[in-house]
């Protein structure tokens, strides 16, 4: 049976409150019928470097930001600047926001949106006891996001938009919020092959675990063009399939999907 949009997404939003309440000094072994296997790691700083992420940046956010959530490091192909504006989309507890808002300086400021209201409150609570005074949480939707037209000139997201299930809506918002010249810095995961059934709708793990919502490469370039985004990159990294088997252990899902960097830009002429 196919599996409703809302089916899904309360599906994701319940997963991710669960990780969003759960104490970071407690350990984890992967995946559980509790979290979700690309979701919780036993050492979040260990899977962070496996993403790219480096000791220095791990140093320098808030306790409790680093949730061992993602497949990649979006900051690695941002280039952000002083004065910048960012949006990350499933900010999660604000781990690459934080990183944003370092780079971006006192004069940027970055915008984080999650749709789980326990999540917002958490990455809130890092941000002050972090001093991030230029990082703002907001609760909301990324196919609906609380942000102005034409204010952001750089959005991330870390294996997030793979859980949607209208990703065209996401790609049209995020050009919608985009400035002209404003551009996409994204680490998702993508499918490489057809996914076997009892994987592709299987709601309590494949899905929030940042697996059967993936999509194939043409069919992300498609959805992106459709939106009105260009030059768009989708990179694959053969090298993550050897964190990605882990997600859940003998399922060969790396056999499926893959990491892929994700960018494009809004074209400064209609």
């Known amino acids: 049976m196919a599996l409703t949009n809302d089916q899904i997404r309360q599906n994701v939003r319940n997963r991710y409150k669960k990780i969003a309440l759960q104490d970071v000094s407690a350990s984890s072994c992967g995946c559980s019928s509790e979290v979700g296997c690309c979701e919780m790691r036993a050492d979040h700083n260990h899977v962070a470097r496996q993403l790219g992420y480096s000791a220095e940046e791990l140093d320098a956010i808030p306790e409790g930001a680093n949730l061992g959530l993602g497949c990649g490091n979006p900051q690695a192909i941002a280039s952000l600047k002083t004065g910048e504006h960012v949006l990350d989309l499933g900010s999660g507890g604000g781990f690459d926001c934080f990183l944003a808002a370092r780079q971006v300086g006192a004069s940027g400021q970055v915008i984080g949106v999650d749709m789980t209201a326990e999540m917002v409150s958490r990455a809130r609570q890092n941000a002050d006891r972090g001093q991030f005074v230029n990082v703002d949480f907001r609760l909301g939707e990324i196919e609906h996001l609380p942000v102005a037209d034409q204010s952001i000139d ?78 768009i990159e989708i990179k694959p990294k053969d090298e993550s399939k050897a964190f990605i088997r882990e997600w859940i252990p003998g399922a060969k899902i790396d056999k499926y999907i893959v990491s892929a960097t994700i960018q494009a830009v809004k074209p400064l002429f209609d």
């Open 154 to 231: 750089v959005i991330l997201s870390n294996c997030v938009i793979n859980l949607s299930p209208d990703k065209l809506q996401v790609f049209r918002e995020a050009f919608r919020v985009l400035k002209k010249g404003g551009r996409l810095a994204i680490s998702d995961v993508v499918l490489t092959a057809e996914l076997p059934d009892e994987i592709k709708n299987d709601l309590e793990v494949a899905y929030s675990g940042c697996i059967s919502g993936a999509s194939s490469i043409a069919d992300l370039q498609t959805m992106m063009k459709q939106s009105g985004l260009a030059q």
